[in-house]
């Protein structure tokens, strides 16, 4: 197939799509909005959720029924990939469409009192693209990519409107002093001596306003939010009573500067100390139970409002499982079928679920082991659009709008896909086809190990003496997939 032959079915399924016209046998129900021409588009990020903490992806313990429906509706994607294994860089490869060796933001790097380095402001962003294409966009949870009133600021990188954490540190509390609309402080009083002001909750019920206030028109609704995180607090419900009763105690969870008498209140929240927890394995699965009814709600809202056939739903997870705040992904098998857990470049830090729901346009039931990342998400929608990119030779990512759409003949694979994290002495990965390489603690010169993902997706057996030439191909990668950054240099340059 020759490029204009893929130009013009790609421009006749973005056609089909608009009209609701299904390259499926099921023939489509119309939407109460005629005014929308484009499909909205929702991306739901849940925070240190593991790609096994899902009943859809194999979770045993609890489940996740909306979400599982959500997988029915539409594709799960089994090799779906973050952008790194921390919050920071992974969010800035999702909206920027590049990896971590060319992505502004490539780790955590804090901006005291408040915030982190910021995104640079001429980077070119998937919020700044849909709002130029006549979106109406909205950021609803954790940013951790600019300090209030930055460059890096979520109103000024393509948002128009705000509400939840600016600071990816504050975010360390579901109770926190204050909230953010827009930049403004939106102080929460009742959290200053007790723990009274859930912040899940209320971003969660902004994002369904935002809904409601621009059901007739096109938008982009961006929603991190920052559950299942730690810290392991919840309210005192009956949900909690229900898993603290259903599962073993396991260890409690103290953090010694909430015992601290030099620390007030303030002084621990700008610290961004989690929280005590005597049962975190309950209040770990009363947060995917949360999570779970807040995917539900949403899509409840879009059938509410006759959106739901005109709307794209994404839902996936910034990193791997954490171990912070007593969370204990070991009970949980958190990492699935996997090695590793957040920070780790292993499969477990860094595989995590994807899923996305186009009624009518997606065929429904569909499992796909496509290899795909985060910077493929901005091309993707890029490509529904029929968007020329600006900076397409800059750009990591490649469009699975064949995947989504069941031309899978057609589909552009990647020639590799590269990581790197720049702490524990720095670590980088690369995996090309199904064969895996990880490099720890480069600071100390520590060997490249070389994994079959195929026959080993546990990454157990290293095969680096067996595939000398593969340690050589990965190395070659890792020399030549970054460029130079004087605000997170890397150990890993020039070695």
Not at 345 to 362: C, D, F, H, K, Q
Not at 447 to 452: F, S
Not at 471 to 483: D, G, L
Request: proline content about 7%.
């Amino acid at each position: 197939m020759n490029v204009l032959q893929h130009r013009l079915i790609k421009v006749a399924l973005y056609i089909l799509a608009l009209y609701g016209i299904s390259s499926c046998a099921t023939p489509h129900k119309k939407t109460a909005n005629k005014n929308i021409k484009q499909p909205n588009i929702i991306y739901i990020l849940a925070d240190d959720a593991g790609w096994g903490d899902f009943s859809c992806y194999g979770q045993e313990k609890f489940t996740t029924p909306n979400i599982d429906a959500l997988a029915e509706s539409g594709i799960r994607f089994t090799d779906h990939y973050a952008g790194s294994s921390v919050c920071a860089p992974s969010r800035s490869t999702l909206l920027t469409g590049m990896h971590t060796g060319h992505t502004p933001i490539r780790g955590n790097k804090e901006v005291l009192p408040e915030g982190q380095v910021p995104i640079p402001a001429d980077t070119y962003s998937l919020p700044k693209m849909l709002k130029k294409e006549g979106y109406v966009t909205g950021m609803f949870g954790k940013w951790g990519l600019g300090y209030p009133q930055s460059e890096g600021a979520p109103n000024a990188q393509g948002f128009d409107e705000f509400y939840g954490y600016n600071c990816q540190r504050l975010a360390h509390t579901y109770y926190p002093l204050y909230l953010r609309h827009n930049g403004t402080k939106v102080p929460l009083p009742k959290n200053t001596d007790g723990h009274m002001t859930y912040t899940h909750d209320m971003i969660h019920e902004q994002a369904l306003s935002f809904i409601d206030q621009n059901k007739d028109k096109p938008f982009f609704l961006y929603l991190p939010y920052t559950i299942p995180h730690a810290e392991m607090v919840v309210p005192q419900d009956s949900l909690f009573q229900m898993y603290k009763e259903k599962y073993p105690q396991g260890k409690p969870y103290v953090n010694k500067a909430n015992h601290d008498p030099n620390l007030s209140h303030e002084d621990r929240f700008y610290k961004g100390a989690y929280g005590d927890q005597e049962y975190p394995r309950a209040a770990f699965a009363t947060m995917m139970h949360y999570l779970d009814n807040s995917v539900g709600d949403v899509m409840a809202k879009l059938k509410e409002h006759g959106l739901d056939d005109n709307t794209i739903v994404i839902f996936s997870s910034d990193n791997g499982p954490h171990k912070e705040g007593g969370a204990d992904p070991y009970y949980f098998q958190s990492f699935g079928p996997f090695k590793g857990v957040k920070r780790d470049l292993y499969e477990g830090g860094i595989r995590v679920p994807m899923i996305v729901s186009w009624p009518n346009t997606i065929a429904k039931n569909q499992v796909s082991d496509h290899p795909s990342a985060f910077w493929d998400v901005l091309p993707t929608v890029a490509d529904i659009l029929d968007v020329e990119l600006p900076n397409k030779n800059d750009i990591d990512g490649i469009s699975f709008l064949p995947t989504l759409v069941g031309e899978k003949d057609n589909q552009v694979k990647h020639d590799y896909l590269y990581w790197e994290f720049h702490e524990k002495g720095g670590r980088r990965a690369v995996r090309m086809g199904n064969w895996k390489a990880v490099q720890y603690n480069l600071k100390k010169g520590k060997k490249i190990e070389i994994y079959d993902l195929s026959n080993d997706p546990s990454e157990s057996k290293n095969l680096a003496k067996q595939k000398p030439e593969l340690v050589k191909k990965a190395q070659e990668i890792f020399n030549t997939a970054r460029t130079t950054s004087a605000t997170f240099p890397f150990h890993g340059e020039n070695m």
